[in-house]
């Protein structure tokens, strides 16, 4: 009974917000955050973008309530989902091999502050690129 009370509860508070319409690569490049109060934004300097790419998709595809959306050679877009309230985030990452980096964007869908979730995403990310 109290796991079903629990189940009930947490559906109740899934924040999802709307898609951000600035989803997806524009003129070569993620969309710059609107706030850095609820949106992270990096760019890595990697040797081969595409590979650096591919090596951090089964990261995110393994990280819990994350859910890759869409995923190619040089694009991802994965959304996660907090583990309380469910507040929804939207995670990008862009192959730019013209550059020779590999763009990353986290951002919120709903709220004025995350607390620094989406900085530690990326950073956890990025981590992961350099072990």
């Known amino acids: 009974m109290t796991q079903l009370l629990i189940t009930i509860t947490l559906a109740l508070f899934h924040l999802v ?23 992270a934004r990096a760019d890595w300097s990697v040797a ?15 990280t819990p309530r994350t859910e890759v959306l869409t995923q190619d050679s040089d694009y ?23 550059h020779g980096v590999l763009q990353a964007r986290s951002v919120s869908r709903l709220g004025d502050s995350d607390l620094g979730v989406n900085s530690q995403r990326l950073a956890a990310l990025r981590a992961q690129l350099k072990g």
């Open 17 to 39: 917000g709307p898609v951000p319409a600035d989803l997806g690569v524009s003129q070569g490049a993620l969309a710059p955050c609107p706030s850095p109060a609820h949106c």
């Open 48 to 62: 081969d973008p595409a590979a650096a790419l591919a090596a951090l998709a089964p990261v995110v595809a393994a």
């Open 76 to 98: 991802l877009h994965a959304t996660a989902s907090s583990a309380l309230f469910g507040f929804v985030d939207d995670l990008e990452l862009y192959a730019d091999t013209a």
